[in-house]
């Protein structure tokens, strides 16, 4: 597609269930990156995959937050056993360059999936 | 420890009236600064990528510097369609982005 594609936009999940968002990035892009957005903040690393692999998941805030990219292109983060903190707007992004950006257009981030968790 | 502090942290222009928003960032070896718009509901959306000292990008209205220290975003006559939260971000020697926490910009006809 010509962008970043998040899905779903909204999701709003009750305390203690298990969720998962999808990110499809930009064709070709090999560099994924997921950050995490409060109210009022910017946003917050969580991970980032060059291919099929977790570069770097030093963000995830604990073990109840997992993500994959089985086969290098669309990516899911799962969050388990939901707590009313993970409420945020989760943001994907993609690069075509492994380990920086496109020095013309950066990273290219999605809308986001708005997590409610009640 | 990486740290990017954005100031203000609102701005209320009115139309025409030129300002500059304040990037101040601290790093370990800075590979690149970013400037991002986010409008409400959406995604950052990419404007500038800055790499050394003395560095400077436009496009419209809109002229990004940078300095060892910090950054700054100048806004030329500024329009009410330039109303945003606009983000900085810095890339050090890992592949995250470090952003700060935006300036919310609002501009009056």
């Known amino acids: 597609g010509a962008g970043v594609s998040q899905t779903p936009s909204n999701k709003v999940t009750e305390k203690g269930k298990y969720v998962e968002l999808r990110c499809d990035p930009i064709?070709?892009?090999?560099?994924l990156y997921w950050y995490r957005q409060s109210l009022g903040q910017g946003p917050e690393f969580l991970i980032y995959?060059?291919?099929?692999?977790?570069?770097?998941d030093s963000g995830l805030p604990n073990d109840r937050f997992f993500a994959v990219r089985p086969e290098g292109s669309v990516s899911t983060l799962k969050i388990q056993r939901t707590e009313r903190g993970d409420s945020a707007v989760y943001l994907c992004?993609?690069?075509?360059?492994?380990?920086?950006?496109?020095?013309?257009?950066?990273?290219?981030f999605g809308s986001g999936t708005r997590l409610t968790v009640v | 420890e990486d740290q990017v502090t954005q100031s203000p942290e609102a701005l209320r222009l009115q139309e025409g009236e030129s300002s500059s928003l304040n990037c101040s960032y601290t790093?370990?070896?800075?590979?690149?600064l970013f400037w991002y718009r986010q409008d409400p509901g959406k995604g950052p959306e990419f404007l500038f990528t800055?790499?050394?000292a003395g560095e400077e990008k436009e496009k419209e209205r809109l002229k990004a510097t940078l300095t060892k220290k910090e950054s700054f975003l100048h806004i030329t006559a500024p329009k009410p369609e330039d109303s945003a939260t606009y983000l900085c971000?810095?890339?050090?020697?890992?592949?995250?982005?470090?952003f700060g926490t935006g300036t919310r910009l609002q501009v009056f006809p």
């Open positions: 992004a993609s690069s075509p360059l492994g380990g920086g950006a496109d020095p013309n257009y950066g990273y290219t």
């Open positions: 064709s070709g892009h090999t560099a």
């Open positions: 995959f060059q291919g099929t692999g977790a570069a770097d």
């Open positions: 790093v370990s070896g800075l590979r690149g």
């Open positions: 800055l790499y050394s």
């Open positions: 971000a810095v890339q050090a020697n890992t592949d995250k982005l470090i």
